[in-house]
């Protein structure tokens, strides 16, 4: 199993990156927090850890450490757009129940 | 289902806990509204995909007023009730507003700023600019998927107190937290990253749809110091469109268009104009009212000719800004092109001639202000880390107070950072004086009479005490906005009094160029009347405490031929006091001072005689 970047989100991570002009790739990762239990957490990288797994996708360096790659096994990273709103979207296999706004969950 | 944006390392949000900061450019024309998301700025657009948004209200019977686009229609079916270019009256009082006859509104004076007479009622200019901030609100709320932490709301640099308090009102009305007010050149320096050097003098070019602003800016550690604007009120893209329409009109010899030929004419201008950014000729082609078929090529060279005039006219602001701030091209480090206006190919090789660099310009000029608002405001609500910038803004004139003569005493001199809190200590001037009056007053000049007056008031309750006894604190206090407060306390007694300065109305940026302009070129002349005050002061103390003296024992003490050459003494400096000569002057009070000094030891020796008669030298405790 792996994470992945959907196109589109690769796209906009590349181009985000570009702008911000540097950074290694782009770490996902799961903290305990939230209405829900677990809280997803999407930043820049501008260094890896020794512990990082790293997957690629279109391009994209992606890294997460191990204790969130247990929660976010096959996870695919979506880039969509609803309305005026943009962003990333996690879909997540593992989860069980998310909370009403999606930015925590529940395994 | 709330979408994720990619943080900064480290700077991960709690789910809920996103702060979400918004940067609005309140335009004169248009205006926009811009966020930070993953990491970029990006100014954020309507459901038809438009970024710019037309600063125009238009009031309604019943319901929301139209803003934008819809109302821009209607400008012309419908003058008195829709409102454009608001921001020209923000802060003013009637006689302040330039050209108020021109417009087609009702106006009404009415304390402090003007009102507008519309269908829904009076309105202020703040009213009217909360109408805009509000739809940018909504765009941004339905854009960012949440309530917003705050704003970073752009005003020109030659906003005074007036204007931007009036700013920072209308966005309270619109449901905005302010996060800071910013100017505007400063901004667009942001969004180009210039903050990011050390040091560097910067040049703002600012040709938008009516306005020209030129500044000038000095970045020194993180602050940007404003050094100069300059500007045309009543120049800009729109003057473009107008000399070609002219020429069509000319070229097509069109009689007397009807309002609604003129109006598309007028478009087509705008669309030719847009037309040649690109290419070196564009078609215009249209059927009037008439009948009449217009079919006209207008070359891009034809076009630079027919507005080199008005190029020339940004040029004239631009090299008084830079006279004004003493530099010269050596000394400009960079030049960054704002507003759509400078898209135009021979806006930016006149802006490049005359600086002899190229100027900045691979942001969207339309853009620019916008995104390093948003920038600024991602800063403040803490997404970013804040040792990499830390930007500081600056008080555009220097704020003081009067003091004894009309004279200015500045507390906050200009360009200091702001935030800021100074005090100073001043006293009374007259014995038992129980009162003081504190006229606050912002400018560069001497005499409190070539400053401009902010506000007055009183501080009462001082204890009776001889003159200079009172020591009377008044601090003045600018938050990050520029808003000024002021207060005094007597440290004695306790007694104090504090103001928020909301002056009544505002200045014209003319006015604010002419005053710096003035505090340069009178420098000499305000410094000799400074002293020629100060003198006068002193002298007058003179003369009132030697008067008071010779009342009381001067008969005693004094012969009569001493008593008359102090008296020849007080009226020389009498007669001195209402000319205009300070050495003179000073002379004279340096003479009443010898001439009573052998009067003064007699004083403090009766004093001690009386003080020791009829005590014995054993009780005395020495």
């Known amino acids: 199993m792996a994470i992945t970047l959907s196109e589109s989100a690769a796209n906009r991570v590349q181009k985000f990156l570009d702008q911000r002009g540097k950074g290694v790739g782009l770490r996902l990762g799961v903290r305990t927090s939230g209405c829900s239990g677990m809280a997803y957490t999407l930043e820049f990288v501008d260094e890896t850890l020794p512990d990082d797994i790293t997957f690629e996708s279109f391009g994209v360096t992606v890294l997460i450490d191990p204790k969130s790659l247990v929660f976010l096994e096959g996870t695919e990273l979506d880039f969509v757009r609803e309305g005026l709103n943009e962003g990333f979207k996690f879909n997540n296999p593992n989860v069980k129940n998310s909370c009403g706004c999606g930015e925590s969950f529940n395994v | ?622």
């Open chain 2, 1 to 622: 289902m709330a979408l994720l944006q990619i943080a900064e390392p480290g700077l991960c949000a709690d789910p809920h806990q996103h702060r979400l900061a918004i940067g609005i450019d309140l335009g004169t024309t248009n205006s926009l509204v811009a966020t930070v998301r993953s990491g970029s700025a990006a100014v954020l657009e309507d459901e038809a995909g438009r970024a710019l948004l037309p600063s125009v209200v238009r009031y309604v019977q019943v319901g929301i007023p139209e803003v934008g686009v819809e109302a821009q229609l209607r400008q012309t079916d419908d003058p008195h009730n829709t409102i454009a270019s608001v921001k020209r009256f923000m802060g003013r009082g009637l006689k302040d507003v330039p050209g108020a006859a021109a417009t087609p509104y009702r106006f009404v004076d009415s304390p402090g700023m003007v009102r507008i007479d519309t269908r829904a009622g009076l309105k202020s200019p703040v009213e009217v600019s909360a109408e805009i901030l509000r739809v940018l609100r909504g765009r941004a709320e339905a854009s960012l998927g949440g309530e917003l932490t705050g704003a970073v709301i752009t005003v020109p640099a030659y906003f005074d107190d007036a204007q931007r308090q009036a700013t920072k009102d209308a966005a309270r009305l619109a449901g905005l937290n302010v996060l800071r007010l910013l100017n505007e050149p400063t901004a667009a320096a942001i969004a180009y990253g210039l903050d990011n050097a050390s040091q560097g003098v910067f040049c703002i070019y600012d040709l938008g749809g009516g306005t020209f602003d030129i500044s000038i800016l000095r970045l020194s550690q993180g602050v940007f110091e404003v050094v100069a604007t300059n500007g045309d009120s009543a120049l800009g893209g729109d003057d473009f469109d107008e000399c070609i329409y002219r020429w069509i009109v000319e070229q097509a010899a069109i009689v007397d268009p009807t309002v609604t030929d003129a109006r598309l004419l007028l478009s087509l201008a705008r669309k030719a104009k847009e037309a040649l950014t690109d290419h070196d000729e564009a078609q215009i082609c249209v059927t009037l009212s008439s009948g009449q078929a217009i079919d006209l090529v207008l070359t891009a060279e034809t076009f630079f000719r027919l507005t080199a005039s008005l190029i020339a006219k940004t040029l004239a602001p631009t090299r008084k800004a830079m006279r004004d701030a003493g530099l010269g091209m050596d000394d400009i480090d960079g030049v960054v092109l704002v507003g759509g206006s400078t898209r135009m190919r021979h806006v930016r090789r006149a802006v490049a001639d005359y600086f002899q660099r190229e100027p900045l310009t691979n942001l969207d000029p339309d853009k620019v202000v916008a995104l390093g608002a948003a920038m600024q405001a991602n800063l403040l609500v803490g997404n970013h880390k804040t040792d990499d910038w830390l930007l500081l803004d600056v008080i555009p004139l220097s704020l003081g107070l009067e003091t004894m003569g009309g004279l200015a005493e500045k507390v906050i001199p200009r360009n200091a950072t702001i935030p800021v809190a100074r005090a100073q200590e001043f006293t009374t001037f007259k014995d038992g004086q129980t009162a003081i009056s504190i006229h606050v007053v912002q400018g560069e000049r001497e005499l409190v009479g070539d400053c401009r007056s902010l506000a007055r008031f009183e501080l009462r309750g001082i204890p009776p005490m001889v003159a200079g006894a009172a020591r009377v604190r008044v601090a003045f206090q600018v938050d990050a906005d520029g808003l000024l407060s002021v207060s005094a306390q007597e440290q004695t007694s306790g007694v104090q009094a504090t103001i928020e300065v909301k002056p009544s109305y505002g200045l014209s940026d003319d006015e604010i160029a002419r005053m710096l302009s003035d505090s340069y070129s009178n420098a000499q002349t305000d410094m000799n009347a400074r002293n020629l005050r100060e003198q006068r002061v002193d002298g007058l103390r003179l003369l009132e405490a030697t008067q008071a003296a010779l009342d009381q024992d001067g008969w005693q003490l004094l012969s009569d031929a001493e008593r008359a050459t102090i008296e020849r003494a007080m009226e020389t400096l009498r007669v001195m006091l209402n000319g205009q000569d300070h050495i003179a002057l000073k002379r004279a009070a340096e003479s009443l001072n010898r001439a009573t000094a052998q009067f003064a030891a007699r004083r403090m020796d009766a004093s001690i005689q009386r003080a020791l008669s009829g005590q014995r030298l054993d009780t005395l405790e020495v």
